[in-house]
Nanobody, 115 residues
């Protein structure tokens, strides 16, 4: 499985970005997809996840601002990020959880939010 993340960039606080992650080599149907991020000097943290059935989970700091979605027909998962804050600055990674300890990561896309 290969995951290609895109959509990162530089925005001012309060702005919006939409990240996309395109999967190839396997259909994403039925698998948990997730977005993580790692800020400079910090550990990678879970931002949001979505199950195969569409159930979602968010870390508290992004609830109400970020929305994760999936398009199984296009084999993509997206992260709509609104009301961005400087503390959202990080490299964002997408992940597919296959199960049995198997997971694959995308290469990361940088989001920079200036105050």
């Amino acid at each position: 499985v290969q995951l290609q993340a895109s959509g990162g960039g530089s925005v001012q606080a309060g702005g919006s970005l939409r990240l996309s992650c395109a999967a190839s080599g396997r259909r994403i149907n039925g698998y948990v997809m997730a977005w993580y991020r790692r800020a400079s000097g910090e550990q990678r943290e879970l931002v949001a996840s979505i199950t195969g059935a569409g159930g979602t989970n968010y870390r508290d700091s992004v609830k109400g601002r970020f929305t994760i979605s999936r398009d199984n027909a296009k084999n993509t998962v997206s992260l709509q990020m609104n009301s961005l804050k400087p503390e959202d600055t990080a490299v964002y990674y997408c992940k597919i959880h296959i199960g049995g300890g198997v997971e694959f990561w995308g290469q990361g896309t940088l989001v920079t939010v200036s105050s």
